[in-house]
């Protein structure tokens, strides 16, 4: 998958190492072109000198074949407009933006645009909200046989309750975050656009359950 992040700074440089290092092409824009020294000389992909929101600018950096789309600079306003303008003008799936300031973040999610608006920011945070199959497990037990991970969830799914959620998967829902918040739902739960699902369970189960939450839920069924 092709992937466009926009700013290079410190997380930026390392989204973009850690999806090369996953076997993605890679392109990252940034307005100062001496930023690019954070990504390293063995950095393959392309290094684009723009601004990140302008059309152009994306294009030249292949946002007409990406699959995902990171916001990273050190801007709020330019990470949401930036992803606004890949989700909206370029039907981006997989749009996400660092948002700095949590008051924010609401008001973006709504816009069903993720946001990671907690100061202990990782570019792995990222790499979960970008990638279908999300990234490393959250936690692991010791024996190896169970895992907490966050998994990608259909936009069919909104407006369902957990509960089918869980029946239909064969799992547990651990938590939800929604609008930067952790919360343990309940049997009336219902899910809403935005919300990023914790689940745990079997490791052998993860393909299994990636299909339903990725299908939405069966038809006919409440």
Known sequence: MHVVIMGCGRVGAEL???LEQQG???AVVDQDPTAFRRLGSGFGGRR???VGFDQDTLREAG???AGAFAAVSSGDNSNIIAARV???MFGIEHVAARIYDPKRAEVYQRLGIPTVATVRWTADQM???LLPSGAEPLWRDPSGGVQLAEVHTSAKWVGHRVSKLQEEGGVRV?????VGEAMLPTSETVLQEG???HVMMRCDQIDQVEAVFSRGPEEGNS
Do not use: N, P, W, Y
């Open 86 to 88: 890949a989700r909206e």
């Open 63 to 65: 946002i007409e074949e």
């Open 48 to 50: 684009v000198s723009g």
């Open 195 to 197: 919300d990023l699902v």
């Open 16 to 18: 973009a190492q850690a």
């Open 127 to 129: 790499l979960r909200r």
């Open 24 to 26: 993605h092409t890679v």
């Open 174 to 178: 651990a938590f939800l975050t929604r």
